[in-house]
């Protein structure tokens, strides 16, 4: 099950089932090799603890936004609140592309719930002001995100079998 944002979003809202615990949903974010692999990350420094540090680095990607510039960059935000294994909160929220100037501050939300089948992810960012920027970045990264979060499915359905 997927639901997603309209299409000019003001924040980015997205809903996967998964076939795995939520215990290891919740740890995919903060596993650096796992990272890698669904994410794309090319390093990252996670923290699952209050005012921990949660910074996530890519490779400067080909393709070229005619709003962003280059994908890839960092993200960096500070652990506002945690739950193990079930839920974190971000604030403080920037995106640093390889170009340009920052995007934030914005808010990151990620809830695994348990299902009977596994869980139910609900990843949430928000934080907008009314700039064609900001709202391209919400459109551009909203795909990106529907396609790591689709890579995480994947992988973690595939080791759990």
């Known amino acids: 099950m997927w639901r997603s944002a309209p299409s000019d979003p003001a924040s980015f809202d997205c809903v996967v089932e998964i076939s795995a615990p939520p215990e290891t949903v919740f740890e995919a974010f903060f596993t650096r090799d796992v990272l890698q692999a669904w994410w794309e990350a090319a390093t990252s420094i996670t923290t699952p603890r209050p005012?921990?540090?949660?910074?996530?680095e890519w490779p400067r990607s080909t393709m070229e936004d005619p709003l962003l510039g280059p994908l890839g960059g960092a993200f960096y935000g500070l652990v506002i609140d945690v739950r193990p294994g079930r839920e974190f909160f971000l604030a403080d929220a920037y995106w640093m592309p390889p170009e340009g100037d920052p995007i934030g501050p914005m808010a990151l939300q990620v809830t695994c719930d348990p299902t009977p089948t596994g869980t139910r992810l609900r990843f949430q960012q928000s934080g907008c002001d009314d700039s064609?920027?900001?709202?391209?970045?919400?459109?551009?990264?909203?795909?990106?995100?529907?396609?790591a979060l689709g890579r995480l499915k994947t992988q973690l359905e595939s080791a759990s079998t």
């Open 51 to 56: 005012l921990g540090v949660y910074a996530v």
């Open 132 to 147: 064609p920027r900001w709202r391209r970045f919400y459109r551009v990264l909203g795909a990106q995100w529907v396609e």
